[in-house]
């Protein structure tokens, strides 16, 4: 590990280096570190307003997962198509289309489509097509293959005083369960292995929210209807849920020292799988902020029910946050905060899909979170977010191997205490060189397990990207996970090594359509285990171009 991040530090040191050219822009997809969503891992609540780390890469498009890249953020299931800008602002004519094709070992074809209107009259519509697949595996050559397609469709339609943005997003993952340990049931198990897992997700969904800076009132309604089905290659489907939610709030803009806002949700699932499960969800966020030059404070209360399995819970969770700018550069803040995650099947799949039917599905209450920290800038173009935080969480959720079937996870939870410390870092050199840090360190208290299983006790992100005479782009990240562990058939514990990805994309620009670009994951071939008996794949590479016109 120390020469893993030794070769970074080197990095990071001799890219100034060869970065001369001063102009330009780095175009495309941002590389995020991302707020936290519900079912993440447990970061610390960083309710930053108006404080955004983001490192600039170009890499192709990419679905919902890397096969061989540890998932340190589980993103939610939120469509992120956005009328893009990626285009050097230099470039004298925009192209609505784009074509990205590529092909890499492990025989995995890339394919992507994307085209986008950009219209000023606010009317407009953007489409993404992209499929993805490895027929082999990391075990067991195509018995462990796995594939992804997705089909999205935004619109935007804007009027006097709102903005309408109606998203359709389908995807399609095919996989297979191959974390099969018993020799006995592997040896009888070649026509198991060999039938496709299909995993489909539809979503339909419109944003309604207000529109422009002279609004006294700012408001957004977005009402949500997805469904997720997972089933075997024959047509039998042994997991389905049904999701309708609606979501929104109304807050005062401009109105002085005094702002007031109120965030109402409201949520249905129908989960089935032999049984039928019906759970709800309702909450409302009535709120006050305060503001002065220097000093803001929110004082609020989220409240709400929840139920499933004919039991109904009520919570009442503080909303208090504290923003204090120290100078012009510092600012300090502290929050109360906390949330309930429902732990729908339609996010838990995209943590871990290798799930058994006739799930135990509960929701999380984390009944507090504290926060407090520093947030600003270092240096000129060096920003940093420092914080130690405190949670308390009934009803974590947990996966472990089923005792019937390794191959597959069942669900269990545990009550918890959780302190975090966490550091963000970022730098911006011109645009020519970005790196970004990302530290987490966790130490947990559970009250019946004896480790918090695949809750990682260390997360580290780093990367790092250098522009080279406005043609050249390299981009170098590392992932690694400390403190995993598994639970084994016989209620024993099993520690699983740290999880270390490092991975390389370099884009070439030919021209202003063009672009050649390498993809490379698990450089160093580790066999990680994000999930006991289920390493990822080897080292994977993958080349290609995309072309817009």
């Known amino acids: 590990m120390r020469e893993l991040l030794a070769f970074i530090l080197v990095l990071t040191v001799i890219s100034p280096l060869m970065s001369q050219d001063t102009t330009g822009e780095i175009e495309a997809a941002e590389f995020i570190i991302e707020k936290e969503k519900n079912l993440t891992l447990p970061k610390a609540s960083r309710k930053f307003r108006n404080f955004n780390f983001s490192t600039k890469t170009d890499q192709a498009p990419s679905?919902?997962?890397e096969i061989a890249e540890p998932k340190i953020e589980i993103p939610s299931y939120q469509p992120s198509f956005t009328f893009r800008n990626l285009e050097k602002k230099s470039r004298s004519r925009y192209y609505?289309?784009?074509?990205?094709?590529?092909f890499g070992n492990l025989v995995s074809p890339l394919l992507g489509y994307d085209f986008q209107t950009v219209n000023s009259n606010g009317k407009n519509i953007a489409i993404n097509v992209i499929h993805e697949?490895?027929?082999n595996g990391p075990v067991r050559g195509d018995l462990s293959g796995r594939g992804a397609s997705r089909i999205g469709l935004f619109g935007e339609l804007?009027?006097?005083?709102?903005i309408l943005n109606p998203v359709i997003n389908y995807t399609q993952n095919t996989y297979h369960f191959y974390g099969l340990t018993d020799s006995a049931f592997f040896s009888n198990s070649e026509e198991f292995l060999r039938e496709k897992i299909f995993r489909h997700n539809l979503q339909v969904k419109t944003e309604i929210r207000s529109k422009g800076s002279d609004s006294k009132i700012l408001f957004s309604l977005t009402p949500l209807w997805s469904i997720v089905r997972q089933s075997e290659?024959?047509?039998?489907?042994?997991?389905?849920?049904?999701?309708?939610?609606?979501?929104?709030?109304?807050?005062?803009?401009?109105a002085g020292v005094y702002q007031p806002g109120l965030g109402i949700s409201a949520a249905l699932s129908e989960y089935e799988s032999g049984n039928r499960l019906d759970r709800t969800w309702i909450s409302a966020n009535p709120y006050l902020w305060i503001r002065n030059e220097d000093l803001s404070v929110k004082t609020g209360i989220e409240t709400g029910t929840y139920s499933e399995g004919g039991e109904t819970n009520l919570f009442f969770i503080p909303d208090v946050e504290l923003n204090y700018s120290w100078n012009d550069n510092v600012s300090l803040f502290s929050l109360i905060g906390g949330k309930v995650i429902p732990n729908r099947l339609e996010e838990l799949t995209l943590q871990n899909e290798f799930l058994q039917d006739s799930l135990d599905l509960r929701s999380t209450l984390e009944f507090v979170n504290i926060q407090t920290g520093?947030?600003?800038t270092i240096l000129p173009g060096f920003t940093y977010a420092a914080s130690v935080s405190y949670s308390a969480v009934e009803n974590q959720l947990f996966f472990v191997n089923s005792g019937s079937d390794t191959s597959r996870f069942e669900l269990i939870y545990d009550d918890l205490d959780r302190v975090g410390l966490n550091l963000m870092l970022a730098y911006d050199f011109r645009k020519l060189f970005t790196f970004y840090a990302n530290f987490d360190a966790y130490n947990y208290r559970l009250d019946n397990l004896e480790d918090p299983i695949h809750l990682p006790d260390v997360a580290v992100q780093l990367g790092t990207t250098v522009r080279v005479k406005e043609k050249l782009e390299i981009n170098p990240v590392l992932s690694l996970l400390e403190g995993l562990s598994a639970v084994l058939t016989d209620d024993s514990k099993k520690d699983l090594p740290a999880v270390t990805?490092?991975?390389?994309?370099?884009?070439?620009h030919i021209s202003d359509q063009t672009k050649i670009f390498l993809l490379s994951r698990n450089i160093l071939n580790q066999g990680n285990q994000r999930y006991l008996y289920y390493p990822v794949n080897s080292t994977t590479f993958k080349i290609g171009f995309s072309y817009q016109f």
């Open 63 to 65: 679905i919902s997962f």
């Open 96 to 102: 609505p289309h784009k074509i990205t094709l590529g």
């Open 133 to 135: 697949s490895y027929k």
């Open 158 to 162: 804007t009027g006097k005083k709102a």
């Open 233 to 254: 290659d024959g047509g039998s489907t042994f997991n389905t849920e049904n999701n309708v939610s609606f979501s929104g709030f109304i807050a005062g803009k401009g």
């Open 374 to 376: 520093s947030r600003g």
């Open 501 to 508: 990805d490092l991975g390389l994309n370099i884009t070439y």
